[in-house]
């Protein structure tokens, strides 16, 4: 770190200046992963005394998650039960008890190997479907206030037509991407951009444009249209076709509250984002003021 500036103009304002950054170069901690300084320490749910800023955090349980289908501190490895709070729009971190009675299952006289493996991937599955339960009124929150934020115009009365011209203002920069609830954006895309964009996630080893990759598209969309789905809807649950488009997040897989994308379908982005709402109007251009576009995260030691 430099030292503190000492300049000798004005030296009440240098001193008090001097005195802060001293203050606040004692307090400051780096994060353990990304090495930047974390502005709000979390709280562990276990007892490692690790320094994470939120979004390493975040990332690290997605991981684990995606690997083994449990969340795990990066550290010590303990499970952990991730749960969203929609009306404060918080994620909360407790020690996952019952991920904790299963791996006893595994000792010497326990559960059969496969059995336990079947079980295991059942949690990870009704975790992944309790999280985005749990995120599903914020998420129709943000749309409803997106929708206020920016009106529809008069001349597109239609809903289809009504999102299609809404995320063609989005893409010529005149107003900007929905939100999803992890604070990330909300991007319009087609069936194949979107199946482009889950290998370029899922193979990144492969060049994106080479002949590998594009034939790996071109079978995985063909897969897609032949079972008549590339996508399902987080909010109402409809199977998208691949000649349709959808609304999907561009944080992707990277947090824990989606670990396998989040989508939102025309048909919910027109009825929750344009319908008739009792809250009060937000005003085009002004940043909303919505606790999730700063998702914050907290932790407490409770029980599944």
Not at 37 to 50: D, F, G, M, S, T
Not at 73 to 92: G, H, K, M, N, W
Request: aromatic fraction near 8%; proline fraction near 6%.
């Amino acid at each position: 770190l430099p030292k503190p500036c000492t300049w000798g103009v004005h030296s009440g304002l240098d001193k008090a200046f001097t005195c802060t950054y001293r203050v606040m170069a004692a307090v400051t901690e780096d994060c353990a992963v990304c090495f930047e300084p974390i502005c709000a320490r979390i709280e562990l749910p276990c007892a490692c005394n690790v320094g994470y800023c939120s979004s390493c955090w975040d990332r690290s349980l997605a991981q684990s998650y995606k690997a083994c289908g449990q969340a795990r501190c990066p550290s010590c490895r303990l499970a952990v039960r991730a749960d969203f709070d929609a009306e404060r729009c918080q994620l909360r971190f407790s020690r996952d008890e019952g991920a904790a009675a299963l791996a006893n299952c595994g000792s010497p006289g326990g559960a059969p190997p496969a059995e336990l493996q079947a079980t295991t991937s059942f949690r990870a599955l009704l975790a992944r479907r309790r999280l985005v339960e749990q995120a599903q009124p914020a998420q129709i929150r943000l749309l409803a206030q997106y929708g206020l934020a920016y009106p529809a115009s008069e001349q597109h009365s239609a809903p289809l037509q009504l999102v299609a011209s809404c995320a063609e203002a989005c893409a010529a920069g005149s107003r900007p991407w929905p939100r999803c609830v992890c604070s990330s954006q909300l991007e319009r895309v087609d069936g194949r951009e979107r199946m482009r964009q889950v290998l370029r996630r899922q193979f990144p080893m492969l060049r994106e444009g080479s002949p590998d990759f594009e034939r790996l598209l071109d079978n995985a969309y063909q897969d897609a249209c032949n079972v008549r789905c590339m996508a399902e809807c987080d909010l109402c649950g409809t199977r998208v076709p691949p000649e349709q488009y959808v609304w999907t997040c561009s944080n992707g897989d990277s947090t824990i509250l989606h670990t396998n994308a989040y989508d939102v379908c025309d048909s919910c982005f027109a009825r929750h984002g344009y319908s008739t709402f009792t809250a009060e109007p937000a005003h085009a251009g002004d940043d909303m003021q919505d606790a999730s576009s700063t998702m914050s995260v907290s932790s407490e030691d409770e029980d599944m």
